[in-house]
């Protein structure tokens, strides 16, 4: 039972109260309300301030740092997740390098594959190039010629 802090209830028993002469819980809620009204203070102290725009530097921004990042390992993949990469596609197999020099001098050039067909080949190309069609008609007949000799070539040294 605390010292002196005794008093009766409306059954007459005496029951046990905290003594509060000592003033500590006063103290407490006091510095309590003096900082509620501090931040209340500084809210609207905020609110009456105008943003304040500062100018960017002159100085150029520092580029971001480069960044190690390792490549994933290809055998954490399992067959339910795998994903087709350019590794996994088949690779077309060239045939040779068409070159156009046009008569202001101008060379484009173009790779032919061995599933390539000659017919849309020459009308794409010819087309890039504003050929006309008799010259469409002329590419198509020597890519023919230069598939066939280079499928032979293949072929003689398997």
Not at 107 to 130: C, K, M, N, W
């Amino acid at each position: 039972m605390a010292s002196g802090g005794s008093s009766c209830d409306s059954s007459g028993e005496k029951t046990a109260k905290l003594d509060m002469s000592h003033g500590f819980v006063h103290h407490i809620r006091r510095n309590q309300k003096s900082r509620d009204n501090y931040d209340k203070e500084q809210k609207a102290k905020q609110g009456q301030r105008k943003p304040r725009h500062t100018q960017a530097s002159v100085r150029p921004k520092k580029p971001d740092q480069m960044v190690y990042r390792p490549r994933a390992k290809r055998d954490t993949h399992t067959d339910s997740q795998k994903t087709s990469t350019s590794d996994d596609l088949p690779r077309r197999k060239a045939l040779f390098r068409l070159e156009y020099e046009a008569k202001n001098g101008d060379v484009t050039d173009i790779i032919i594959y061995e599933e390539d067909d000659p017919r849309l080949v020459a009308e794409r190309f010819g087309t890039q190039l504003g050929l006309s069609n008799e010259l469409k008609d002329a590419l198509y007949i020597h890519l023919v010629d230069e598939i066939k000799k280079s499928k032979h070539l293949l072929a003689d040294k398997k």
